[in-house]
């Protein structure tokens, strides 16, 4: 009940700044608007749920935990995802209703795991996204694989790619495209 109530307050903040009525309400509720991410790494088998961002300001401790469970676990090499994709993850989590935990396949790639890759299959990009902390690839349980696709093509927020076959939908937050 108590999300239910926050969901209307919030999407009633949004009409309200988007109608450019009461700032001060507005403000009020994107200043204090938490933004939380629960992920699952299917690889290590760790979980993290957690605050990363509050209003306009990301929390850097929650960062630094999101970035090691979606480190290359191939090499244990870290490397920061970059907050859009965070926010990408999150919104779609809210358009879904879900507060399952994103089932991440990979996250990170470091230049050697993803050359490595490249050389196996045709699927995957000699200059992948994952490499500069732009991508990830995840599955939401609980959510049919097609819908999690329409729901991150209809944000139009970057790159979509549907592997069935696979069971995952790549994410990215580079140049709008689809696959």
Not at 1 to 22: N, T
Not at 59 to 85: F, G, T, Y
Not at 162 to 177: A, N, W
Request: proline share 3%; net charge positive; hydrophobic share 40%.
């Amino acid at each position: 009940m108590k999300s239910l109530f926050r969901r209307r307050f919030l999407k009633l903040g949004a009409l309200v700044a988007a109608a450019g009525v009461a700032p001060d309400l507005a403000r009020a509720v994107t200043e204090n608007t938490e933004r939380r991410l629960s992920l699952y790494s299917t690889h290590t088998g760790e979980k993290l749920d957690v605050v990363y961002r509050i209003g306009n300001k990301y929390i850097a401790e929650s960062l630094a935990q999101i970035d090691h469970v979606l480190r290359d676990h191939r090499n244990n090499e870290v490397h920061a995802m970059r907050p859009d994709l965070l926010d990408l993850l999150h919104t779609l989590s809210v358009n879904l209703d879900s507060r399952a935990a994103f089932h991440v396949v990979s996250g990170y790639r470091s230049p050697v795991t993803n050359a490595i890759l490249s050389a196996q299959s045709e699927g995957v990009a000699k200059h992948s996204l994952h490499m500069d902390g732009l991508a990830i690839d995840i599955r939401l349980p609980g959510r049919e694989l097609a819908d999690l696709r329409r729901a991150a093509v209809a944000l139009k927020c970057g790159g979509v790619g549907h592997y069935p076959r696979l069971d995952f939908v790549h994410l990215d937050v580079g140049r709008v495209r689809y696959w």
